[in-house]
């Protein structure tokens, strides 16, 4: 990519973006049916950790469901949540939302009315940090991962090193297992359209699928294929509970502890985790990588290659601008765009791109901790 298309939210972009799509005839903003949800657009809000439920509760406020609000009005397709914990001990910032008890559900059912009185879908991000955490953000015990490594760095926002995790038991793990299917059904009384599993980024799900994390010589340990065992069980399990139709699964190779990780053979990696998801019955995929053109392998980046195996849905991302977007959209690749730090900087993302007007870039000194 030019530098001029990473110069994405700047007026003369959105010039060539105009001229591009001729405004609202674009690819983008037509209405699509994937799984259970009729989608007002081919958009999705991207999950961005915000951290604005209440610290010891983990409970969502009125503002937290008019931020979501104001994004349903103006006609963003899917809004995918920020991370939800699935338990206390997947916690891994101030401030995170759970899904685990009944105030928490109840301070959802705030959010998902809001976002359907503007005729919005939005879906529940389910997550487990597992070693990315401290043991003062886990209920004041060792954080959980596949094995007992810790990771390198401090925690975002909490400023102390990620403690030494807790290798997990078989009886941790089917709890585990049973934590997710339990938050999904949880999100489904909540009034959430569905519920995106997060399997990507480094957190618990990643430490399992990782060979830098995972040193198990159990079931749940060995190749990729075998490792990935964890990330089929939970995705299984939410399926039963709530229907493939329903289900999301996002997956990737970035770590967040280690951003500049990449599979050593991408698109024998790719198609070991498709083969997986098409196992269990998943039908609806979100492949993340930070930068959508990044090249993988063959040619082809990381969506293209999944395309190539893959012939269910697909919602693409990695700091997407409209007109990669529109093009993706064009050839198939991708079924959905999710942008992600243009929506907290423009809650009318949409209303500018169909007029062709400026966005705001994104500020984190001003934007970071402020819902708009």
Not at 25 to 36: C, D, R, Y
Not at 257 to 266: A, G, H, V
Not at 293 to 316: E, F, N, P, S
Request: with cysteine; hydrophobic share 40%.
């Amino acid at each position: 990519m030019s530098q001029a298309n990473r110069g994405i939210y700047q007026s003369t972009e959105m010039k060539s973006w105009a001229n591009l799509v001729n405004g609202e005839n674009s690819k983008l903003f037509e209405p699509v049916t994937i799984g259970a949800w009729n989608l007002r657009t081919r958009t999705a809000m991207a999950p961005m950790t915000r951290c604005f439920a209440d610290d010891l509760t983990g409970v969502v406020g009125e503002d937290v469901a008019a931020y979501y609000r104001r994004r349903a009005a103006d006609g963003i397709g899917l809004i995918i949540t920020e991370g939800i914990v699935v338990s206390p001990r997947g916690k891994g910032n101030p401030g995170i939302p759970g899904l685990y008890t009944q105030e928490q559900i109840e301070g959802g059912t705030k959010v998902t009315q809001a976002v359907h009185e503007e005729g919005g879908t939005i879906i529940a991000q389910i997550w487990h940090v597992g070693r990315l955490s401290h043991h003062e953000l886990a209920g004041n015990l060792p954080p959980q991962a596949p094995s007992a490594i810790a990771a390198e760095g401090t925690v975002p926002r909490f400023r102390q090193p990620y403690d030494i995790p807790e290798a997990m038991t078989i009886a941790d793990i089917e709890e585990l297992i049973g934590q997710y299917a339990q938050a999904a059904r949880n999100a489904m009384e909540a009034g959430f359209d569905g519920v995106e599993i997060h399997g990507a980024h480094g957190y618990l799900i990643d430490q399992f699928n990782s060979d830098v994390s995972n040193h198990r010589t159990d079931r749940y340990g060995g190749d990729l294929a075998q490792r990935l065992t964890l990330m089929k069980e939970v995705t299984k399990a939410v399926i039963d509970a709530i229907g493939a139709d329903r289900t999301l699964i996002r997956f990737s190779a970035h770590k967040a502890d280690n951003p500049t990780y990449m599979w050593e053979d991408p698109e024998m990696a790719i198609r070991t985790f498709v083969e997986a998801f098409k196992e269990v019955g998943a039908t609806m995929i979100h492949p993340s990588i930070m930068q959508y053109t990044r090249v993988l392998a063959d040619g082809k980046t990381m969506h293209q290659l999944v395309r190539k195996y893959w012939d269910g849905v697909i919602v693409g991302v990695g700091t997407l601008d409209p007109e990669t977007a529109e093009r993706a959209l064009l050839e198939g690749t991708i079924d959905v765009a999710a942008f992600g730090r243009p929506l907290i900087a423009n809650p009318d993302f949409i209303h500018r791109l169909k007029n062709g007007e400026e966005l705001q870039e994104y500020d984190a000194k001003t934007q970071l901790g402020v819902l708009v």
